[in-house]
């Protein structure tokens, strides 16, 4: 499969990155906060689950949003930067059109919310591809860390 490139500039646009985000594997450490260029980035390791069902893998992909005002973070230790964070889903609240808040929603309870001038959000695959050990799992069992 080639490198998957994605942009995100509404809603619909941001639920198709969350559903390849799914279950992206990040360390605190891979989170970037740039007031002064009102960016905010990561760097993760997302399942690819476009891969055949018997050859589970990960890649290594960046996304990173623009037009950013504020980052607030609930339940995520800052301060260590080797800790390993799991991400489900990324949710958008309009306020007022086009403006709203992007929400990184993490196992375990953390959260980052990401206030927007309005969606404009790049995700894209930047490097290796490994095996992964298996598919994550949504009925209570662990997800693999791989």
Request: charged residues 25%; glycine residues 6%; hydrophobic residues 40%.
């Amino acid at each position: 499969m080639d490198l998957l490139k994605l942009v995100a500039l509404d809603p619909d646009d941001l639920a198709v990155v969350s559903a390849h985000l799914q279950d992206a594997i990040l360390h605190v450490g891979d989170i970037v906060y740039l007031p002064k260029e009102h960016r905010f980035a990561i760097e993760a390791r997302r399942f690819d689950w476009e891969a055949p069902a018997g050859s589970p893998q990960r890649r290594l992909a960046c996304m990173h949003f623009e037009h950013v005002t504020g980052v607030r973070v609930r339940g995520i230790d800052q301060s260590n930067k080797d800790a390993v964070l799991n991400l489900l889903a990324i949710s958008f609240e309009e306020r007022d059109a086009p403006s709203g808040t992007a929400t990184l929603i993490f196992a375990d309870g953390g959260a980052i919310q990401v206030d927007l001038e309005c969606i404009e959000m790049q995700m894209k695959d930047i490097g290796p591809v490994w095996a992964a050990e298996s598919r994550p799992s949504h009925n209570g069992q662990p997800s693999e860390r791989g």
